[in-house]
Structure formats: structure tokens, C-alpha cells
Antibody, heavy 122, light 111 residues
Framework: EIQLLESGGGLLQPGGSLRLSCATS????????MSWVRQTPGKGLEWVSL????????YYADSVKGRFTISRDNSKNTLYLQMNSLRAEDTAVYYC???????????????WGQGTLVTVSS | QSVLTQPPSVSGAPGQRVTISCTGS?????????VHWYQQLPGTAPKLLIY???NRPSGVPDRFSGSKSGTSASLAITGLQAEDEADYYC???????????FGTGTKVSVL
């Protein structure tokens, strides 16, 4: 069974930094792209970032570009999201998700973790 | 601000058929990028429901079906059941944004 388990969320002040982790199991981690998707409480989904299996390609939403960094450790089957210069509008539940597809432009997310809550507030 | 527009809510009686539209543009759905659909039950993570416009992952009932035409896509639920009460989101890729986009979300209620 494929499992994704996020950790690292919490409460912090604007301008702060946080690193999220997503421990995975049940599949060959380095064969698949992985992504972070967030959901503002009570609202919709927003794609944040994606990293391809080898880690050689990373992609970001404009809203986080330059502030967030996605990475992966294929030896530990773990995905990360380093979040810097956090803003109130970054408050959300952050999900890690496993990518599925042949072409990057046609990717979907076929397995999701349970999410971790990040709250940015003074 | 989502670039894929969905109706905020749809409802139907048990056994009825409901459809959810997902309207995009020439930079996403109309550009030929696949549309995928997710179901989010209250308090849980999203679950992939339809991928590649029309395909169902293993375990998803055939009551759920997807279609795509031009700059729009649709999700149909036939034989509506109480357990189908959830939020539903479409997702595609946007060439102008160079990223993945989700729809605004639709809440399905079973009367």
C-alpha cells in the first residue's frame, strides 16, 4: 500500500521559515514526480510545486517562486518543502502528492497524504 | 484565483444524475491538456476520481464518468448516492502559467 505522511507544520510569525517533510512508502520513490498542493481552510486547492523523480527538475507556482524550495532525498524516500519569508496568505493545509502521467503537462496526482497545517500569524 | 471555473454547488435526489462543469481557456483545457477530477470527502484529503479526461482509477465506481470538449470538461455522477456528498475539483495544466491549475470546486449535495 502506498503511503505518504507529511510532517513539520505549525504556527509561526510572518517572515519566518519552516520545512515540511513527506515520508513515503509502498512504491519506487525515485521513479515518480512528487508535488506539494495546499488548501486554504474552507477554500480550494492550489498547486505549489513539483519535482521530477531524479530531482533534476523543479517547478513552482508564481505565488511561492523565490520563497519556497522543493527537494527530495531518494535514499530516504522523502520529499521536502523549505518555506521562507512566509506570509499570512501561505496559511493552509499542505498536502504532498504523488505524480502520475507520461507528460509533465498531463500529470495528475494519484495519491495524497493526509496534510499538515501551516499557520502564519502574528 | 482559479483559472478553471466550476459551479459552487449542485444537488440531486438519490438515484438521479448530476453533472459538474469545468470551464477553462485556450491555455489549459483548450490547449489539449488532460483534465483530471478529484473527490474530497469532509475532513479528508482529495482522492483521484478521473484521470486523463475519461479514465477511472481502480476502485472508482463506473457511476463516475468524465468528458472533455473544447475549453471545458464535465464530470457526471449517475445513480447518485448519499456517500457521494463531497467537494469535487477539476485539474489541468496551464501553459501560460507554466503550472498546474485546479478548479474552484463544487459541493455536491444529495437531497
Amino acid at each position: 500500500e502506498i503511503q505518504l505522511l507529511e510532517s513539520g507544520g505549525g504556527l509561526l510569525q510572518p517572515g519566518g521559515s519552516l520545512r515540511l517533510s513527506c515520508a513515503t512508502s509502498g512504491f519506487t520513490f525515485n521513479n515518480f514526480a512528487m508535488s506539494w498542493v495546499r488548501q486554504t481552510p474552507g477554500k480550494g486547492l492550489e498547486w505549489v510545486s513539483l519535482i521530477i523523480g531524479s530531482g533534476g527538475g523543479t517547478y513552482y507556482a508564481d505565488s511561492v517562486k523565490g520563497r519556497f524550495t522543493i527537494s527530495r532525498d531518494n535514499s530516504k524516500n522523502t520529499l521536502y518543502l523549505q518555506m521562507n519569508s512566509l506570509r499570512a496568505e501561505d496559511t493552509a493545509v499542505y498536502y504532498c502528492a504523488k505524480g502520475k502521467g507520461m507528460l509533465l503537462e498531463n500529470y495528475c496526482f494519484n495519491v495524497w497524504g493526509q496534510g499538515t497545517l501551516v499557520t502564519v500569524s502574528s | 484565483q482559479s483559472v478553471l471555473t466550476q459551479p459552487p454547488s449542485v444537488s440531486g435526489a438519490p438515484g438521479q444524475r448530476v453533472t459538474i462543469s469545468c470551464t477553462g481557456s485556450t491555455s489549459n483545457i483548450g490547449a489539449g491538456h488532460d483534465v483530471h477530477w478529484y473527490q474530497q470527502l469532509p475532513g479528508t484529503a482529495p482522492k483521484l476520481l478521473i484521470y486523463g479526461n475519461i479514465n477511472r482509477p481502480s476502485g472508482v465506481p463506473d457511476r463516475f464518468s468524465g468528458s472533455k470538449s473544447g475549453t471545458s470538461a464535465s464530470l457526471a455522477i449517475t445513480g447518485l448516492q448519499a456517500e457521494d456528498e463531497a467537494d469535487y475539483y477539476c485539474q489541468s495544466y496551464d501553459s501560460s502559467l507554466s503550472g498546474y491549475v485546479f478548479g474552484t470546486g463544487t459541493k455536491v449535495s444529495v437531497l
